[in-house]
């Protein structure tokens, strides 16, 4: 619940993976505020990177050892926010977000939910610094097939966590043969050949969701999900699915870039709306829809981008 007006009409997500982070920083960095501009070189020159949980969620790399994609620089992280609802909200009012911890990141829960707590505090909006966008953390649920704990009131966290796997959604998953309409509810970056685009094939959509889930399960998980081989066989099958309906909308947008000391960007144009896919959807490809909608499909996926809902 807000205590303050908060002003969200600019990418909520943004707003809310910045001003975490910042938080997180604080919270278990030992150089503290003095690194301040040096943050970057800060942490890769630090002795405990290795156990730093900022350095985790926000510097990832290849694990050591690694056997697949290990020349991957920029890894996805083990988290993701859904963002809250963009624009101005009064105090008193509420608003809710959620988020996805990936593999190891469970284990440091604690850490997430003290930072977004402290984030509150000391307000998320433009403006926060004259007191706007501060919030309370009434409660945090952890949601499970057909189960729902709480896991954080007021100052105090329960070890209550749901874990799910994609064997779990595997299992509960069955094929579909007809129409599918995805639903884009926040700006997706997806390439499909050597260009963006605002109406991906399915093919192009799996090869990317493909691709993160296979990443993450690789570094944070017990291993990638599919080979190879299982991989060109799932695309193979998504060629025969077609697009029935498009109706979505192109966005292009800017982002400041803090750590490379970069000015205001143009980002690669993203768009939002619903493609209908038409054809058959085996078990396997429901099953990766659904992880879909909690790991996000494109670039910046910890910023809330690139979420959906599937209708059959």
């Given at each position: ?13 943004n707003t809310l993976r910045s001003g975490f ?80 911890l990936i593999g190891r990141g469970m284990e ?81 970056q997806i390439k499909e050949g050597d260009r ?117």
């Open positions: 619940m807000f205590s303050s007006e908060a002003d969200l009409s600019r990418w909520s997500g982070g910042a938080h997180l920083r604080s919270l278990v960095c030992i150089h503290g505020a003095e690194a301040g501009e040096r943050e970057a070189a800060a942490c890769e020159s630090c002795l405990l990177q290795r156990s730093c949980v900022y350095d985790f969620f926000y510097n990832s790399r290849p694990p050591e050892g690694v056997k697949v994609l290990r020349k991957q620089s920029d890894i996805p992280r083990p988290f993701v926010f859904d963002p809250p609802f963009s624009g101005r909200h009064s105090a008193g009012s509420t608003n809710d977000f959620r988020f996805t440091y829960l604690p850490y997430f939910l003290l930072a977004l707590r402290n984030l509150g505090e000391s307000g998320m909006s433009r403006g926060y610094r004259l007191g706007y966008g501060k919030f309370c953390i009434e409660a945090v649920d952890c949601i499970g097939y057909g189960a729902r704990n709480e896991i954080f009131s007021g100052d105090t966290v329960y070890n209550r966590a749901i874990p799910m796997s994609y064997q779990e959604m595997l299992k509960a998953s069955a094929e579909h043969r007809g129409d599918l309409t995805v639903r884009f509810t926040t700006p997706a963006y685009t605002a109406a991906p094939s399915f093919r192009g959509l799996i090869s990317r969701l493909l691709f993160r889930a296979n990443a993450l399960a690789e570094f944070y998980g017990s291993g990638m999900l599919y080979d190879n081989e299982q991989v060109l066989s799932i695309l193979g099958h998504c060629r025969q699915v077609s697009i029935a309906r498009a109706n979505t909308e192109e966005i292009r947008t800017k982002r400041y870039f803090h750590k490379q000391k970069m000015k205001k960007q143009n980002l690669p144009p993203s768009f939002v709306g619903e493609l209908t896919y038409r054809g058959e959807f085996p078990r396997e490809v429901m099953a990766l829809l659904e992880l879909g909608r909690l790991i996000h499909v494109g670039k910046m996926a910890t910023f809330g981008n690139g979420m959906y809902e599937v209708e059959v």
